[in-house]
């Protein structure tokens, strides 16, 4: 292993060119690269190339809540490597895929019964899209190909998920790729109504019912699908109203179209539960989850349905291919024994509890930042919460970027998009170190004020 000095040599000759990187201000990043490149993690903290210890308050993108560097989950990993290091995914299988499958339906909410692989959270939007389309035509409505989305929403950047995403940035560029026959609901933020609410903002069950109106403008016989977060994570925290989802459920009930709740970021104790499902009490057809499945070690996403849907395919000769869909990697059983050691872990280590211990720590805190300079609005639910900041005049998205930058001065690594700085710290993390991260949030935002 490289000691940081190191490392550091690497990186003051560190060569940037070549790397397209992703969702990132590549020329800015490449100017000033300091800070900005990771050597190694453990725990709750990484490690820059210049030695720089930052606790990780988004644990990862979201997904690495149990820490880095988990014992097990390392071992497991290099364990199946040298057992079984890749099984082709189609016409055959592995053990762990099986028992992983039946691992994550007892853990979904009841009424689910099969899980459809895919390696992260955009392939497995696609799959659902996919699944719901087909569904309708095997069942005999094969004029139900609509798909309905949400604004703000965040979906993958497949072609299905910034389809039925509501991010106009990530869109625009693409407009003649995306699908047609989507519309979209219209999304549940409403600073007036609800700034500064802690957990479900009471206001806004009503939204729901404009998905009477797009049946009432398309017909029910058109609509196959809607795909909502429970909680929108990447428009900064969004959190449903009290009353909405279960609003949305008896719609889709109503009318005969499927619900698909996409939880990459909520699945797996993010809002104290296994799925946001569980938390709000409203089961959908579909769930979509990746990300802390494999505590973000290795790649991997899915789709879990009920049996209904599952069952509306096997139908025909049964050595027929029932759904023609799948991919090189789905199923990986490296991806499988980096998931069930995350599982072990989440179970073992009381993590639902923990997550759900967090969430008082985390609001009372995030919510003392009220009143700071530039602070427009914070939302919080689980142990997820945003700080929405006030434009800098004329410079949309610097003062975030100032946030953040002061942050890993002040050793935390913030997730800052647009206006919003988003917190997710990992379920292993202490009160203290809650509190310390807000504490220099707080020192941040002060300083780009
Ligand atoms: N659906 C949802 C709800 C997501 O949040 C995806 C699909 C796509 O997953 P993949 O694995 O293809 O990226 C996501 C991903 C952020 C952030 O900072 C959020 C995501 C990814 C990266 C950063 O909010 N969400
Ligand atoms: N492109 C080509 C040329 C391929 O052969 C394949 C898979 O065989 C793919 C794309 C799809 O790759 P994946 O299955 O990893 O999604």
């Given at each position: 292993?490289?000691?940081?000095?190191?490392?550091?040599?690497?990186?003051?000759?560190?060569?940037?060119?070549?790397?397209w990187m992703p969702f990132t201000?590549?020329?800015?990043?490449?100017?000033?690269?300091?800070?900005?490149?990771?050597?190694?993690?453990?725990?709750?903290?990484?490690?820059?190339?210049?030695?720089?210890?930052?606790?990780?308050?988004?644990?990862?993108?979201?997904?690495?809540?149990?820490?880095?560097?988990?014992?097990?989950?390392?071992?497991?990993?290099?364990?199946?490597?040298?057992?079984?290091?890749?099984?082709?995914?189609?016409?055959?299988?592995?053990?762990?895929?099986?028992?992983?499958?039946?691992?994550?339906?007892?853990?979904?909410?009841?009424?689910?019964?099969?899980?459809?692989?895919?390696?992260?959270?955009?392939?497995?939007?696609?799959?659902?899209?996919?699944?719901?389309?087909?569904?309708?035509?095997?069942?005999?409505?094969?004029?139900?190909?609509?798909?309905?989305?949400?604004?703000?929403?965040?979906?993958?950047?497949?072609?299905?998920?910034?389809?039925?995403?509501?991010?106009?940035?990530?869109?625009?560029?693409?407009?003649?790729?995306?699908?047609?026959?989507?519309?979209?609901?219209?999304?549940?933020?409403?600073?007036?109504?609800?700034?500064?609410?802690?957990?479900?903002?009471?206001?806004?069950?009503?939204?729901?019912?404009?998905?009477?109106?797009?049946?009432?403008?398309?017909?029910?016989?058109?609509?196959?699908?809607?795909?909502?977060?429970?909680?929108?994570?990447?428009?900064?925290?969004?959190?449903?109203?009290?009353?909405?989802?279960?609003?949305?459920?008896?719609?889709?009930?109503?009318?005969?179209?499927?619900?698909?709740?996409?939880?990459?970021?909520?699945?797996?104790?993010?809002?104290?539960?296994?799925?946001?499902?569980?938390?709000?009490?409203?089961?959908?057809?579909?769930?979509?989850?990746?990300?802390?499945?494999?505590?973000?070690?290795?790649?991997?996403?899915?789709?879990?349905?009920?049996?209904?849907?599952?069952?509306?395919?096997?139908?025909?000769?049964?050595?027929?291919?029932?759904?023609?869909?799948?991919?090189?990697?789905?199923?990986?059983?490296?991806?499988?024994?980096?998931?069930?050691?995350?599982?072990?872990?989440?179970?073992?280590?009381?993590?639902?509890?923990?997550?759900?211990?967090?969430?008082?720590?985390?609001?009372?805190?995030?919510?003392?930042?009220?009143?700071?300079?530039?602070?427009?609005?914070?939302?919080?639910?689980?142990?997820?919460?945003?700080?929405?900041?006030?434009?800098?005049?004329?410079?949309p998205g610097a003062r975030a970027?100032?946030?953040?930058?002061?942050?890993?001065?002040?050793?935390?690594?913030?997730?800052?998009?647009?206006?919003?700085?988003?917190?997710?710290?990992?379920?292993?993390?202490?009160?203290?170190?809650?509190?310390?991260?807000?504490?220099?949030?707080?020192?941040?935002?002060?300083?780009?004020?």
């Open positions: 292993m490289k000691n940081e000095t190191t490392a550091l040599a690497e990186a003051s000759g560190l060569r940037t060119g070549a790397y201000s590549n020329r800015y990043l490449k100017r000033n690269p300091r800070s900005r490149v990771l050597a190694r993690a453990e725990g709750a903290y990484y490690t820059t190339v210049e030695g720089k210890r930052l606790f990780d308050c988004l644990s990862g993108l979201w997904c690495c809540p149990l820490g880095h560097a988990h014992p097990k989950i390392a071992e497991a990993v290099s364990n199946q490597v040298r057992e079984l290091d890749y099984s082709p995914a189609f016409q055959m299988g592995h053990p762990k895929i099986f028992s992983l499958a039946e691992r994550i339906v007892e853990l979904a909410p009841r009424g689910m019964g099969q899980v459809f692989f895919a390696n992260s959270g955009s392939e497995a939007v696609d799959t659902a899209l996919k699944i719901a389309v087909a569904y309708h035509r095997v069942k005999g409505e094969a004029s139900r190909t609509r798909l309905i989305g949400r604004e703000r929403g965040y979906h993958g950047v497949g072609m299905g998920g910034i389809s039925v995403g509501g991010m106009s940035a990530n869109r625009k560029m693409f407009a003649p790729l995306t699908l047609l026959g989507v519309d979209h609901l219209p999304h549940t933020y409403d600073a007036a109504q609800m700034g500064f609410s802690r957990g479900q903002p009471k206001w806004g069950a009503h939204l729901a019912d404009e998905l009477e109106r797009l049946v009432a403008l398309h017909d029910a016989s058109t609509i196959a699908a809607v795909i909502v977060e429970p909680m929108q994570g990447s428009a900064g925290v969004l959190v449903p109203p009290v009353g909405y989802l279960e609003r949305l459920r008896a719609i889709c009930d109503k009318h005969g179209i499927l619900l698909i709740f996409d939880e990459v970021i909520t699945g797996f104790g993010r809002l104290g539960q296994a799925f946001g499902a569980q938390r709000f009490g409203v089961t959908p057809d579909m769930i979509t989850f990746a990300k802390i499945v494999t505590n973000g070690v290795i790649p991997m996403g899915g789709v879990i349905v009920k049996p209904a849907i599952y069952d509306a395919f096997m139908t025909g000769p049964d050595t027929a291919v029932e759904l023609f869909h799948g991919y090189t990697y789905s199923g990986h059983p490296v991806a499988a024994a980096a998931a069930h050691a995350t599982l072990d872990a989440l179970r073992d280590e009381d993590a639902f509890r923990r997550s759900r211990e967090l969430e008082p720590v985390l609001e009372q805190a995030i919510h003392s930042l009220k009143g700071e300079p530039g602070v427009a609005d914070i939302r919080n639910i689980g142990t997820a919460a945003a700080v929405e900041l006030e434009a800098l005049p004329g410079k970027l100032k946030v953040f930058e002061r942050g890993i001065e002040e050793g935390m690594l913030f997730r800052f998009t647009g206006e919003t700085i988003a917190v997710a710290p990992p379920y292993i993390a202490t009160k203290a170190e809650v509190e310390a991260m807000v504490d220099k949030l707080r020192v941040a935002i002060r300083a780009a004020a």
